[in-house]
């Protein structure tokens, strides 16, 4: 279980930040784009990068989704998953975070990280509720919430990684 935990420390270290970190001074590097359209279901995708601020936005099997990345020395990833029905309860919310993960995990080894976040959010999904966050290692943190609309609903995944 602990070579499991520092796994998952490493492996969301070298997924979120990879740009050059002697051009931004940050010890992390700067955000990178995680997908692309040639991945299979994705399209529309764009990524933007300001400063350390990385926006990435695509539609996965149809539905938008928006990645914001942000850091230097302490990086977050916060997903929004845009969806036009709304799912159940908080544990039925976060297993479906969960199995998108999992699907994107078997993309390509850029992607292989996400199948270590669904397998934390599975462990959590019937004890945890939205809005609160748990932290599976040090120095790593994952929050979900969820955004009712008129029609549909906004789930998010937030994963902070501390100097």
Same mark, same amino acid.
């Given at each position: 279980?602990?070579?499991?935990?520092?796994?998952?420390?490493?492996?969301?270290?070298?997924?979120?930040?990879?740009? %050059?970190?002697?051009? $931004?001074?940050?010890?992390? !590097? /700067? =955000?990178?784009? &995680?997908?692309? +359209?040639?991945?299979?279901?994705?399209?529309?995708?764009?990524?933007?990068?300001?400063?350390? %601020?990385?926006?990435? $936005?695509?539609?996965?099997? !149809? /539905? =938008?989704?928006? &990645?914001?990345? +942000?850091?230097?020395?302490?990086?977050?990833?916060?997903?929004?998953?845009?969806?036009?029905?709304?799912?159940?309860?908080?544990?039925?919310?976060?297993?479906?975070?969960?199995? &998108?993960?999992?699907?994107?995990?078997?993309?390509?080894?850029?992607?292989?990280?996400?199948?270590?976040?669904?397998?934390?959010?599975?462990?959590?999904?019937?004890?945890?509720?939205?809005?609160?966050?748990?932290?599976?290692?040090?120095?790593?943190?994952?929050?979900?919430?969820?955004?009712?609309?008129?029609?549909?609903?906004?789930?998010?995944?937030?994963?902070?990684?501390?100097?």
């Amino acid at each position: 279980m602990r070579f499991y935990i520092y796994a998952l420390i490493l492996v969301f270290h070298l997924s979120s930040c990879g740009g %050059n970190t002697n051009d $931004t001074g940050c010890k992390m !590097g /700067s =955000p990178e784009a &995680i997908f692309s +359209t040639s991945l299979n279901g994705f399209e529309n995708h764009s990524f933007k990068l300001v400063q350390n %601020n990385g926006t990435e $936005t695509f539609d996965y099997n !149809g /539905s =938008p989704v928006v &990645i914001y990345q +942000t850091g230097c020395d302490q990086i977050s990833q916060e997903f929004q998953f845009t969806f036009e029905n709304k799912t159940g309860s908080d544990s039925e919310a976060m297993m479906k975070i969960a199995n &998108i993960l999992s699907n994107w995990s078997k993309l390509g080894q850029k992607q292989e990280m996400f199948g270590s976040w669904a397998q934390q959010i599975r462990m959590v999904s019937e004890d945890m509720q939205l809005g609160q966050s748990f932290s599976p290692a040090p120095n790593i943190e994952i929050a979900m919430d969820r955004v009712n609309q008129a029609v549909g609903e906004i789930l998010t995944l937030t994963l902070i990684q501390k100097g």
